[in-house]
T-cell receptor
């Protein structure tokens, strides 16, 4: 079993929809959680970085972490075709150590 | 300096050949990481450096793989006697040791072993 799990999708939504992307993890030692966006054949781009449980909002993006259920979420409001990409969640035990990634969820936003 | 750079962006080689990749981190970053990503999967950690010291290596990093960061700036990843299973995207990331250490990724080097 992988330490971080994601539904691979693809997830297809119409433009303007609210998108919910989710991950679960098994390692209780994880304290820092990230969401990266990766376009085809490009490197991952950091979207959100959170520490421990709680919510963090940045523009159209909201990240939620629930450590009690080991559940990580990313919400995208007013989704755009340019949001079409693979979304990777990641976790780490201590700041600056290795990241453990989920397998990624492919999102398609249709105009 | 606008980000992490990697060279080459693409490499095609024959099985058994040696290949070397280079990563230049964001200039003020003292930590540098290597990951490997296969198609349809998330990146997997290989190794990381703080300055010139290699602090951790994954069990994925077999003895055919070696990474260096001789002066604490750029890093190289060498794969000796390549195998078809080495075909993947090799990603480099860097961060600053500040307590909240966001890792910024480069564009990757895509390796194809024939």
């Amino acid at each position: 079993q992988k330490e971080v799990e994601q539904d691979p999708g693809p997830l297809s939504v119409p433009e303007g929809a609210i998108v919910s992307l989710n991950c679960t993890y098994s390692n209780s030692a994880f304290q820092y959680f990230m969401w990266y966006r990766q376009y085809s054949r490009k490197g991952p781009e950091l979207l959100m970085y959170t520490y421990s449980s709680g919510n963090k909002e940045d523009g159209r993006f909201t990240a939620q972490v629930d450590k009690s259920s080991k559940y990580i979420s990313l919400f995208i409001r007013d989704s755009q075709p340019s949001d079409s990409a693979t979304y990777l969640c990641a976790a780490e035990r201590n700041a600056g150590n290795m990241l453990t990634f989920g397998g990624g969820t492919r999102l398609m936003v249709k105009p | 300096d606008t980000g992490v750079s990697q060279d080459p962006r693409h490499k095609i080689t024959k099985r058994g050949q040696n290949v070397t990749f280079r990563c230049d981190p964001i200039s003020e970053h003292n930590r540098l990481y290597w990951y490997r990503q296969t198609l349809g999967q998330g990146p997997e950690f290989l190794t990381y450096f703080q300055n010139e010291a290699q602090l951790e290596k994954s069990r994925l990093l077999s003895d055919r793989f070696s990474a260096e960061r001789p002066k604490g700036s750029f890093s190289t990843l060498e794969i000796q006697r390549t195998e078809q299973g080495d075909s993947a995207m090799y990603l480099c990331a860097s961060s600053w040791d500040s307590g909240q250490e966001t890792q910024y990724f480069g564009p990757g080097t895509r390796l194809l072993v024939l």
